[in-house]
Structures are given as structure tokens and as C-alpha cells.
């Protein structure tokens, strides 16, 4: 048990390190050079970096030490060490890269550097919350504003963002940098969607029809697939009925239309995405 809980730890601290990694990278190779703030501390950051020629990456610590010391004066300890961890990564590596390895910026043309910069943006911040940490910015104050108003926690990143977005595009005197920093910033949070939920590779299928033995029977012995059925009732005929539920890969779902279609042509049939499943004939992906 002990040794699994290290191995735990590390496996975490090593998501966050690796995370910070990334998002360093789309910051010094796309973001920071075309002049990109796509929202938080990082964007803040950015402005004042072209504005007075201070470091990104000290000045995105500077920031974060008094928002963090609000957050656990307002929202308690529940930061810890691993918020600490991520952001001072995250600066050390920006300035690092920038300042020291002089890496060159990837490409001139700022639609590119959105797109590029969003996706390494929203894998390294993906890969930080998968090991349960955090690099403080937006995320503590959209916490704060979430505890203390009606908006929820997501609204209120999305408000301190489009606040840091405008004032770059004002800062900067051009409304096209900032329209590129909203698609870097929507690019990144899918991205960050994608690593936390992963690709819907799976569907589910709740099928209702009269016939529901007889398609039961073909998809356990044609697909190889569980099917369970539920015990539903139809409230317009007052009716009790099954409902079948079935979980199978995309590639299969020509399969099961055929099947159903074959079976009863009539059948109610819908059809929705799955996240993440795991269990037997299906592989867990984390």
C-alpha cells in the first residue's frame, strides 16, 4: 500500500512537472512572441512584457504569490503543495527557455501560433489537473468568485480571461491580437477537455421496441456485446417496456444499425457519446 502510494505521488508530480513543461513551450515558441495573452496571469504577464520589459515568467510568480495567499486565506489549505509546485515550474521554465536557451519563435504567422500555441497551452494545463495540481492565475480567482457570487467557478475564469484579453488587445492597439487570443484560449480549454475526459470513442445505445428479445439475442451473438435492459414505462399508453442499453466502439455502429434495422425497422433508437468506459471488452485509457 505504501509503495502504491508513492508511485502515486510521483506518477502525479511528474504530470505536473511534464504539464508545465508543455504549456512553457506553447508560451515561448507561439504565444509570447506574436504578442498572444490568451487570459490569466500568463496573458497579464505577456502585456507587461512589451510594455516595460519585465520577464514573463518571474513576473507570472509575482502575481500568483499574493493570489494564492488569497486563496488560502478565503478558500483554506486545499492548494497546497502542488498549486506551489506548478506555478513556480511553469515561470521558471518560460524564463528559462526564453531568456537562457533563446529558443526562436516557431512560425511569424499569428493564426498558426494561436492554433499551436492553444493546443500545447490546454495539453500541459490537461495534464496538470490530471495530477491533481494546479498553476494558480485564473483558476484561484474564478475559485474565489465562484464561493462568493452567483456565478459559478468556470465563469469566473472566463470573466478574469476576457478582462486580461481586452486589456491586451487595448495595450496592444489591435482588436486582431486579441480575436486571436480568444481562439487560442477556446482551443486550449477543448484540448484541456480532451486530456481530462479523453476521445469519445465509445457510444451507448438505448434502443425501445417491441421486439426487444429477438435484437437482444443478435447483439450479444453477432457483437459480442453485454446488453442490459432497463425497465422503463411509456407514458402516453401508460405501458411498461424495456429499454435495451448497449455500450460498444464507434467502429461498430454501422453494425448495430443493420442489426436493428433488420430486427425491427420501427425501433426507437438513440444514440450518445461516452467519455470513458472500462470493464470487460473495454480498455481503461488512464
Same mark, same amino acid.
Given at each position: 500500500?505504501?509503495?502504491?502510494?508513492?508511485?502515486?505521488?510521483?506518477?502525479?508530480?511528474?504530470?505536473?512537472?511534464?504539464?508545465?513543461?508543455?504549456?512553457?513551450?506553447?508560451?515561448?515558441?507561439?504565444?509570447?512572441?506574436?504578442?498572444?495573452?490568451?487570459?490569466?496571469?500568463?496573458?497579464?504577464?505577456?502585456?507587461?512584457? +512589451?510594455?516595460?520589459?519585465?520577464?514573463?515568467?518571474?513576473? =507570472?510568480?509575482?502575481?500568483? @504569490?499574493? &493570489?494564492?495567499?488569497? $486563496? !488560502?486565506?478565503?478558500?483554506?489549505?486545499?492548494?497546497?503543495?502542488?498549486?506551489?509546485?506548478?506555478?513556480?515550474?511553469?515561470?521558471?521554465?518560460?524564463?528559462?527557455?526564453?531568456?537562457?536557451?533563446?529558443?526562436?519563435?516557431?512560425?511569424?504567422?499569428?493564426?498558426?501560433?494561436?492554433?499551436?500555441?492553444?493546443?500545447?497551452?490546454?495539453?500541459?494545463?490537461?495534464?496538470?489537473?490530471?495530477?491533481?495540481?494546479?498553476?494558480?492565475?485564473?483558476?484561484?480567482?474564478?475559485?474565489?468568485?465562484?464561493? +462568493?457570487?452567483?456565478?459559478?467557478?468556470?465563469?469566473?475564469? =472566463?470573466?478574469?480571461?476576457? @478582462?486580461? &484579453?481586452?486589456?491586451? $488587445? !487595448?495595450?496592444?492597439?489591435?482588436?486582431?491580437?486579441?480575436?486571436?487570443?480568444?481562439?487560442?484560449?477556446?482551443?486550449?480549454?477543448?484540448?484541456?477537455?480532451?486530456?481530462?475526459?479523453?476521445?469519445?470513442?465509445?457510444?451507448?445505445?438505448?434502443?425501445?421496441?417491441?421486439?426487444?428479445?429477438?435484437?437482444?439475442?443478435?447483439?450479444?451473438?453477432?457483437?459480442?456485446?453485454?446488453?442490459t435492459a432497463l425497465h422503463g414505462k411509456g407514458m402516453f399508453g401508460k405501458q411498461d417496456r424495456e429499454v435495451l442499453f448497449c455500450v460498444f466502439t464507434r467502429r461498430e455502429l454501422s453494425h448495430l444499425k443493420e442489426i436493428i434495422k433488420d430486427v425491427d425497422s420501427d425501433a426507437f433508437v438513440i444514440i450518445t457519446k461516452i467519455h470513458e468506459v472500462?470493464?470487460?471488452?473495454?480498455?481503461?485509457?488512464?
Amino acid at each position: 500500500m505504501l509503495r502504491q502510494k508513492i508511485l502515486k505521488e510521483v506518477r502525479e508530480l511528474a504530470l505536473i512537472a511534464g504539464g508545465s513543461f508543455v504549456m512553457s513551450v506553447g508560451f515561448v515558441l507561439f504565444l509570447i512572441p506574436n504578442k498572444i495573452a490568451p487570459g490569466g496571469v500568463s496573458g497579464l504577464a505577456t502585456v507587461l512584457h +512589451y510594455l516595460i520589459y519585465v520577464p514573463v515568467g518571474l513576473t =507570472m510568480l509575482v502575481f500568483n @504569490i499574493p &493570489i494564492f495567499l488569497l $486563496g !488560502v486565506k478565503l478558500l483554506g489549505r486545499k492548494f497546497g503543495v502542488r498549486t506551489i509546485i506548478g506555478t513556480v515550474l511553469l515561470s521558471l521554465f518560460i524564463d528559462f527557455m526564453f531568456y537562457y536557451i533563446k529558443l526562436p519563435r516557431a512560425t511569424d504567422n499569428r493564426l498558426l501560433a494561436s492554433l499551436y500555441g492553444g493546443v500545447f497551452l490546454g495539453a500541459g494545463i490537461g495534464l496538470v489537473f490530471r495530477g491533481r495540481g494546479s498553476t494558480g492565475g485564473s483558476d484561484i480567482i474564478g475559485k474565489i468568485i465562484g464561493k +462568493y457570487t452567483n456565478f459559478t467557478t468556470g465563469m469566473g475564469i =472566463m470573466f478574469c480571461d476576457f @478582462i486580461v &484579453i481586452t486589456f491586451a $488587445g !487595448v495595450a496592444f492597439k489591435s482588436i486582431e491580437l486579441a480575436l486571436y487570443a480568444y481562439v487560442a484560449l477556446y482551443l486550449s480549454s477543448r484540448v484541456i477537455d480532451l486530456i481530462l475526459e479523453g476521445w469519445s470513442y465509445a457510444r451507448g445505445a438505448y434502443i425501445i421496441s417491441d421486439k426487444s428479445e429477438r435484437i437482444a439475442e443478435r447483439l450479444l451473438k453477432d457483437m459480442n456485446r453485454g446488453v442490459t435492459a432497463l425497465h422503463g414505462k411509456g407514458m402516453f399508453g401508460k405501458q411498461d417496456r424495456e429499454v435495451l442499453f448497449c455500450v460498444f466502439t464507434r467502429r461498430e455502429l454501422s453494425h448495430l444499425k443493420e442489426i436493428i434495422k433488420d430486427v425491427d425497422s420501427d425501433a426507437f433508437v438513440i444514440i450518445t457519446k461516452i467519455h470513458e468506459v472500462f470493464g470487460e471488452g473495454f480498455h481503461r485509457k488512464w
